[in-house]
C-alpha cells in the first residue's frame, strides 16, 4: 500500500510553465492546421529551434533565413526577409503560446560532410546587430513588424554538441559571440530575458547506471570524452562572461535522460551557479525527452510526466519538450508521425495544465519511491497527478483530501486520460490525475 498524504492549505511555491515545447507542430495544407493542439493543452512556451526541418527548411526562424546575405547592409530593412517567420509567430501568438526565440541556426546533423551554417559569424558585432533588427521587428513595430510579447532571447544553441553539428569554432569564439550579442541587445532591450547557451547538458555529474565497460559488472559507467568537454565548456563559459561582465538573464541546458538523473542535474546546476555568482538567474530545461525512442507508449508518456511534476519542485524555471514536431520520431514525443494525432505524452502535458491552471503547489507527497506526485490549488478547485514508475502495480491511500466528489482520468497503454471510477490502485507505467 503507497500512502499519499494532500493539504491543500499548505501552499509550496507557484506553478511553473513546465509543459513547454520546442517548435510547434507544423503541418497540413497551411502549415499551421494543428496549432489548435498547443491551445488544447495549454502549452506555455514555443522554442523556435530546428523549425520546419534541416536548415529551417531554408525558410523559418534561423538568422541565415531571415538575413539571408551576411554582407548586406544590417540597417537596411529591405535585407531581411521575416515573410515566413512573421506567418508563424503569428500563428503561435493566435493559439495563445508565447514564442522562445532562439537566434542562431538549426542543427546540421551532417556537418561532417560539409558545414553550411555552424561557422562562427565572420563579424559577431554586425551578427548581433541583425540580431537586435529581428527582435525589433517582433517586439516595436520596425520593417512593418509586429509588438508581440517574446520575451526570451537565446544566443544560439548547443555550441558543444559532437562533430561540430551546430558550431565550428573554438568554445572561446563562442564566448566572445554571447559576449558581444548579450551586451548589444541588453543595451538595447534591458526589459528583455537574453540568455543561452542551450548546453547539451551534464551527465558527467549523473552517470549512467549499467554495466562498466571497464569490469563488465554493474555500477556506474564513466564519462565519456565528449560528456567531460561539455563540464570543460560550461566551466570555461562562466569564467568568461564573468571576467568580461556579460550579462545573462537564463541558462539554459538540455538533457535526454531519465527523471532520476535529470534531477540530479537540475540540483547541481543550482547549487553550482550560486558557487560561481549566478544564483539569481533563470534556468531552462528547454530540450528534454527521456526514453524518446519509447514514443507512444505508456512509460514515455509516465518518464515525461514524472519529469515535469519534479522540475516542478526543484530548480528549473521554464521546460520545454523536444519537441512538438509531427514528422521527426523518434524527436516526436506528442504526435503519431503518420495519423498526426495526439500520442501518450500529449496527454501528459493536457495533465500538468490541469494543475498549472490552478497557480498554486500546494503539498502533496507519497511514502513509495518513484510514485511521483504533485497537487495544486486556486482555494476552490484542486487537481492532483500521480505517476507509477516503480515497476508494479501500487494500492493506494490517499489522505487529506476529500474526494468522495472526485472526478480520475486514467493515461497508460490503451487510456488517454478516460474517466475512470477511483484511484484505489495504479498500474505500472500509468498516470491519474485528480480532479475535486
Keep these: 500500500m503507497a500512502n499519499i498524504n494532500i493539504s491543500t492549505d499548505r501552499k509550496v511555491k507557484k506553478m511553473k510553465p513546465m ?8 503541418g497540413g495544407y497551411n502549415l499551421v492546421e494543428f496549432f489548435h493542439y498547443m491551445t488544447d493543452a495549454g502549452i506555455p512556451f514555443s522554442r523556435l529551434h530546428d523549425v520546419g526541418g534541416p536548415f529551417g527548411s531554408n525558410r523559418f526562424v534561423d538568422i541565415p533565413n531571415i538575413f539571408r546575405n551576411f554582407d548586406a547592409d544590417e540597417n537596411d530593412p529591405d535585407n531581411y526577409d521575416f515573410v515566413f517567420t512573421d506567418y508563424l509567430i503569428k500563428a503561435i501568438i493566435d493559439a495563445g503560446v508565447e514564442p522562445y526565440f532562439r537566434l542562431g541556426i538549426t542543427i546540421e546533423n551532417h556537418a561532417y560532410i560539409k558545414a553550411y551554417n555552424t561557422h562562427p559569424p565572420k563579424d559577431p558585432e554586425k ?7 529581428i527582435i525589433r521587428h517582433y517586439t516595436e513595430g520596425w520593417a512593418n513588424g509586429h509588438r508581440y510579447t517574446i520575451r526570451y ?3 544560439w544553441n548547443e555550441p558543444e554538441v559532437q562533430n561540430e553539428m551546430m558550431w565550428c569554432g573554438t568554445p572561446e569564439e563562442y564566448y566572445n559571440l554571447y559576449d558581444v550579442t548579450a551586451k548589444h541587445l541588453k543595451a538595447c532591450f534591458p526589459h528583455l530575458m537574453i540568455g543561452g547557451y542551450a548546453s547539451c547538458g551534464f551527465y558527467a555529474i549523473a552517470p549512467e547506471k549499467g554495466l562498466d565497460p571497464e569490469t563488465n559488472l554493474p555500477g556506474t559507467i564513466p564519462p565519456s570524452d565528449h560528456e567531460k568537454l561539455l563540464m570543460d565548456f560550461f566551466y570555461g563559459f562562466f569564467a568568461y ?22 534531477k540530479v542535474m537540475d540540483k547541481w546546476l543550482h547549487h553550482e551557479l550560486e558557487k560561481l555568482g549566478y544564483g539569481g538567474i533563470e534556468t531552462h530545461l528547454n530540450e528534454w525527452n527521456p526514453y524518446c525512442t519509447e514514443y507512444g507508449t505508456a512509460h514515455h508518456s509516465a518518464e515525461v510526466a514524472a519529469m515535469m511534476i519534479e522540475m516542478q519542485k526543484g530548480y528549473a524555471d521554464v521546460l520545454c519538450i523536444y519537441d512538438m514536431a509531427m514528422n521527426s520520431a523518434p524527436y516526436c514525443p506528442l504526435f503519431d508521425i503518420r495519423t498526426k494525432k495526439p500520442i501518450h505524452a500529449y496527454y501528459s502535458m493536457v495533465a500538468f495544465n490541469q494543475l498549472y491552471k490552478l497557480k498554486d503547489q ?8 518513484r510514485l511521483h506526485v504533485l497537487a495544486a490549488s486556486d482555494g476552490n478547485h484542486n487537481a492532483c497527478i500521480v505517476v507509477n514508475l516503480t515497476g508494479k502495480t501500487q494500492e493506494l491511500s490517499i489522505n487529506g483530501a476529500d474526494l468522495s466528489s472526485a472526478r480520475f482520468y486514467v493515461l497508460d497503454n490503451e487510456r488517454l486520460l478516460s474517466w475512470a471510477p477511483n484511484a484505489n490502485k495504479i498500474e505500472n507505467n500509468a498516470l491519474i490525475l485528480i480532479e475535486w
Design 153 to 155: 532571447w537565446e544566443i
Design 362 to 369: 500546494v503539498y502533496a507527497e507519497s511514502d513509495a519511491e
Design 127 to 133: 551578427w548581433a546587430r541583425i540580431c537586435e533588427h
Design 19 to 26: 509543459h513547454g515545447g520546442g517548435q510547434p507542430p507544423i
Design 241 to 262: 562572461i564573468k571576467e568580461h561582465s556579460s550579462p545573462i538573464d537564463f541558462f539554459s541546458w538540455h538533457t535526454y535522460t531519465d527523471v532520476t538523473r535529470a
